[in-house]
């Protein structure tokens, strides 16, 4: 695991729910991680060029600074495929790990993550860019 893999991982649920719930319709297309930068590819029908990326830091940072627990569990597939988007989880995959921020989001994930918002630091939004008709990238960062 890269040093601030956890991290990045862990802001970018929080990035990606904030994103969710403002613009329902959007959805995580893929995510990627390098050694100190994290990419969100998300597809929405809005413009999300216009969206205010201090504003959206300053949001995801609110959420960090709760110091919610992030729990971590695995169901059997047939538990969690009705409350969640498993589509892009091949069929073969049984067992399916729920990655819980206590009180704010749930979501499928089986990478690293940290045991506490608070773990995360600094979480900074570079920029966002078009990446197709209706696809768009954020990167991102902690401190
Ligand atoms: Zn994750």
């Given at each position: 695991?890269?040093?601030?893999?956890?991290k990045l991982q862990?802001?970018?649920?929080?990035?990606?729910?904030?994103?969710?719930?403002?613009?329902?319709?959007?959805?995580?297309?893929?995510?990627?991680?390098?050694?100190?930068?994290?990419?969100?590819?998300?597809?929405?029908?809005?413009?999300?060029?216009?969206?205010?990326?201090?504003?959206?830091?300053?949001?995801?940072?609110?959420?960090?600074e709760k110091g919610?627990?992030?729990?971590?569990?695995?169901?059997?597939?047939?538990?969690?495929?009705?409350?969640?988007?498993?589509?892009?989880?091949?069929?073969?995959?049984?067992?399916?790990?729920?990655?819980?921020?206590?009180?704010?989001?749930?979501?499928?994930?089986?990478?690293?993550?940290?045991?506490?918002?608070?773990?995360i630091g600094y979480?900074?939004?570079?920029?966002?860019?078009?990446?197709?008709?209706?696809?768009?990238?954020?990167?991102?960062?902690?401190?």
């Amino acid at each position: 695991m890269k040093p601030n893999e956890g991290k990045l991982q862990t802001g970018e649920h929080i990035l990606a729910k904030i994103i969710e719930d403002k613009f329902p319709g959007t959805k995580v297309i893929i995510v990627r991680f390098e050694e100190e930068k994290g990419r969100l590819d998300v597809s929405s029908e809005n413009d999300l060029r216009a969206v205010s990326l201090k504003e959206l830091e300053k949001e995801t940072n609110q959420i960090i600074e709760k110091g919610l627990e992030v729990r971590k569990t695995i169901f059997k597939r047939e538990e969690v495929e009705k409350e969640f988007d498993l589509s892009k989880i091949p069929e073969s995959v049984k067992e399916i790990r729920i990655v819980d921020i206590v009180g704010f989001d749930k979501r499928p994930c089986r990478d690293p993550h940290v045991k506490n918002t608070r773990e995360i630091g600094y979480f900074k939004i570079l920029k966002v860019e078009r990446k197709g008709k209706d696809r768009y990238r954020f990167e991102f960062e902690v401190d």
